[in-house]
């Protein structure tokens, strides 16, 4: 590893190198120091990666004798390591040193790809409240990456109130992923035709609540499903103790319909 080396990708400041600028292009921060012998094998190969990178990338180095703030704020216990950032936030990361071939491999493999860099775009209309543009993209995404979870995922929660069935759909076969189980019983439950629930004492409680989410009222929904677990905790399969549960999952903690209701469900259990 030369000077010169060192001076072009040396850090001189984290937040603006690393932080602000991973929201415009994925940086990969190489955690050394001069004492370390697999650093000194790290370093010329993945200084010549990142040349070779042609602004796909970039490489900022951190020599943590010089800078242990760092390397505690990211736990860092063994050298070489590298962190793959992206929007400020940690990707991918590796411990230890590798081959020229295999680390190249390893940084193609947590790039972010074109449609997980347009997920930011999503999240943007979603702010604005264009729900039509952000599904318009997200289906462009899923249909380039059908892979791409996060994409999925985000379609399904857009999705879930107006078009269960298609929820069903995006999901029936990924029930391994997180939410996915909350979003399902959630659109099994919205897409079943009113006549099919079951007669009982919380039917129309039931019925009623999903109106109120498909009317995108959520603190309605909670009300009239917490009364039906106090009611009738066993209907049709514990129905509303399970949609409860999958509201406030997919709602979060924060949620005012959460703090609202969670702790009469909760009550109402026991």
């Not at 390893?106 to 999240?123: C, D, F, N, S, Y």
């Amino acid at each position: 590893m030369t000077t010169e080396a060192r001076v072009d990708f040396e850090v001189t400041d984290f937040e603006r190198q690393v932080i602000a600028r991973s929201a415009h292009v994925p940086v990969l921060v190489d955690l050394w120091a001069a004492w370390c012998g697999p650093c000194r094998f790290l370093g010329p190969i993945v200084e010549k990666l990142a040349r070779e990178a042609d602004g796909r990338w970039e490489l900022v180095k951190v020599d943590t004798e010089a800078n242990p703030d760092i390397a505690a704020r990211y736990e860092v216990r063994g050298i070489p390591n590298l962190k793959l950032f992206v929007n400020g936030e940690v990707v991918a990361e590796l411990a230890g040193a590798l081959p020229e071939p295999q680390l190249r491999q390893w940084i193609e493999e947590h790039l972010p790809t074109v449609g997980q860099k347009r997920l930011a775009e999503v999240v943007q209309l979603l702010e604005a409240g264009d729900e039509a543009g952000a599904q318009r993209v997200l289906e462009e995404v899923l249909s380039a990456e059908p892979a791409l979870d996060q994409a999925r995922l985000l379609l399904a929660r857009l999705l879930v109130q107006r078009e269960p069935q298609r929820v069903v759909e995006l999901l029936q076969h990924h029930a391994h992923l997180d939410d996915a189980p909350a979003l399902l019983d959630l659109a099994y439950a919205l897409a079943l035709p009113k006549e099919q629930l079951p007669e009982g004492p919380v039917k129309d409680l039931v019925r009623n609540g999903l109106d109120a989410l498909r009317a995108n009222d959520p603190d309605k929904a909670l009300e009239l499903w917490v009364d039906a677990v106090v009611r009738d905790k066993a209907y049709h399969d514990e129905l509303p103790r399970r949609l409860c549960i999958a509201l406030f999952q997919l709602l979060g903690p924060q949620h005012p319909a959460t703090l609202a209701w969670r702790r009469r469900f909760d009550m109402a259990l026991y």
